[in-house]
């Protein structure tokens, strides 16, 4: 039974840092998802796949782990790779390229 730490990234829906603060327990699945043939469904019989445990901190997250046996692998959060712009630059008289349409 093995499981992943993570931080979730903010959804591109989003312009805030919602639920971006919690760290997230998830199982790997142990069996591969089947698609049913008539319905054309995806399911899985994996219980744990289902289950989503959230912590106020990684230490949280890993002594639940440990307490309870789960081999558990930590994926650190990255840093996003924005450009931060305002809107009042697009019309800056001191622009690097010039505005063409």
Do not use: C
Request: hydrophobic share 35%.
């Amino acid at each position: 039974m093995s499981a992943r730490i993570y931080k979730p990234a903010k959804t591109a829906m989003q312009s805030g840092k919602a639920k971006t603060d919690r760290w997230i327990l998830e199982f790997e699945p142990e069996t591969p998802r089947e698609i049913d043939p008539l319905m054309g469904y995806t399911s899985s019989s994996d219980m744990k796949s289902q289950i989503r445990l959230e912590f106020d901190s990684l230490e949280a997250a890993q002594t639940y782990a440990a307490r309870n046996g789960i081999a558990a692998a930590v994926q650190q959060p990255q840093k996003a790779k924005r450009r931060v712009m305002s809107y009042a630059e697009n019309f800056s008289s001191n622009r690097s390229l010039p505005w063409t349409h």
